[in-house]
């Protein structure tokens, strides 16, 4: 995708953040993401990703450097403004959930939204039925399972609509179908236009669902590119304190037996296209597995 | 909460056995209650300077003071109102001195020596060990507090709306996500703590182990003959000059 300046909707120039206790967080952060962008975030614990995604909507200020969202500087603009803008999904549902009710707890996120009365409960209906709470309307968020309390955290935030989307840790906890709906989510958030940032230690996660990622060590950005090309260099997966995929693993392997593999088989659907063409070519092994 | 968190220095207060310090604290607290009299308070407040300045806790001190200082506006009005205003004075330094004392006792006494202090004590191994793992577990909430904050505020929470009754009410979304997270926590900590046989045997052994040594003791002596004199005077207030019993007219 060509990037233009015009889509330009996150700006970060020299960032740093200094916590009041004297920990530097961030010490000069630059980075660009383009409207429409899946955008992962990786590195280890205190790298800094946090305190980097806290300051896109005005949690964090910055201690020197500058942080656009869109036209608006971060440190010139109301929070209220910025978390219509982006909305961050943090890791842990428990930390949010408080109301007596699914349907309240939506109701609460879009207590500030200047949204007429019908306007109000259309979109919470809406946003039941999107999430498939429906049918836990009247129920207390206390009495959810672990998947369906994460469903009702992601919706609280969905519901307002935000521009650019922050997923703190989305894997985290989260069972095949939880990932899936995950998955799903941020396919159709992306089609929307939505851009989407993935902190993320899930390296199968963020190599099947995140273009572009960016590695973060020691408050700083260490590397910035296609998740496939950060994923399989040794140093910076090092310096990351990350491991290869497996898929890399097994190309880099199939490379090292002189087999000539295609550039994409880190995608689980190529490889398993390519094994199934080389065996058949190499080993003569028809459908149904008989030479 | 800060002015109660233990802080790792090599000081002489923070050497001193944790039941000496705990006395200190107990002492200058039962002072603070039976006088009444601005002067005397102050004198008793003045005296515990030397430790704070040697425990080198003058600034967390400062703190903690300048923290209360919405309930020291409290008590002034609520006296005067209710009583005088020279009560509302002595009622202030009271409360510094035990504020002071015991914020001496817990930024010097760590959360482990707390537990060995109280099972010095008698107290039950069981209330000692669940005594010190609240003091241990200060910091871990107080940074849950902040994570909850930052959820609630990025879904459009926002904290300093309206008068005092709807501000209490936008205190619901912090509070109850706080206290479900703490009650989970408290399930986990039993949890582990079954698991690893947690009461298993009556007499059980200790690691480390704290000692009475002479500073202690004298720091005892002092502390038990600055009590009795408190006691005297209470009891025969001529004891002193009449100058010590001066109020304020209002």
Known sequence: ?291 | MEAFKFIQKKTIIHILDPRTKLLLAIIYSILAIIFEEIFILFFVFLSLFPFILAGQLFKKWIKSIRGMTFLFLLLIIFNTLFSTFSRSISMIIRIMIMVSSFSLFFLTVHPDDLMLSLLSLKVPYNIAFSFSLSFRFVPTIAIEAQNIIDAQKSRGYEMEQGGLISQARNLIPLLIPLIVCSLKRAFHIAESLDSRAFGSTKNRTYYYSIKYAKKDWLLTIILISLFIFGVIVKIFPEFLPTWFYWKLKV
Do not use: W
């Open chain 1, 1 to 291: 995708m060509e990037k233009k300046l015009e889509d330009l909707q996150i700006l970060v120039n020299n960032l740093t953040y200094h916590y009041p206790d004297g920990t530097i967080a961030l010490k000069g952060v630059n980075l660009n993401i383009y409207s429409g962008e899946i955008v992962g975030i990786m590195g280890k614990n205190g790298a800094g990703k946090s305190t980097l995604i806290k300051t896109f909507n005005g949690l964090l200020k910055p201690t020197t450097g500058v942080v656009y969202i869109e036209n608006d500087e971060v440190n010139n603009v109301l929070m209220s403004k910025l978390t219509k803008k982006v909305g961050i999904v943090f890791q842990n549902p428990d930390l949010q959930l408080f109301a007596n009710t699914v349907e309240d707890e939506i109701r609460f996120s879009l207590k500030n939204l200047n949204f007429t009365k019908i306007e109000l409960e259309n979109q919470i209906s809406l946003t039941l039925e999107k999430f498939k709470l429906k049918k836990f309307q009247n129920r207390t968020p206390f009495t959810l399972s672990g998947g369906e309390k994460k469903r009702l955290a992601i919706a609280s935030i969905m519901c307002r609509n935000p521009e650019i989307i922050v997923f703190d840790e989305p894997t985290i906890g989260q069972d095949a179908e939880g990932v899936k709906f995950i998955r799903n989510l941020i396919k159709e958030k992306h089609s929307e236009g939505k851009t989407i940032i993935i902190v993320t230690h899930d390296i199968e996660f963020a190599i099947d669902n995140i273009p572009r990622t960016i590695l973060m060590a020691d408050g700083l950005i260490i590397a910035d590119g296609p998740t496939n090309k950060i994923l399989s260099q040794d140093q910076i997966l090092n310096i990351g304190y990350l491991i290869s995929p497996q898929l890399i693993i097994l190309s880099k392997f199939l490379i090292d037996l002189k087999i000539k593999v295609p550039e994409d088989v880190y995608i689980k659907e190529n490889m398993v296209q390519f094994l199934g063409s080389y065996f058949k070519d190499k080993m003569g092994i028809t459908e149904g597995g008989k030479p």
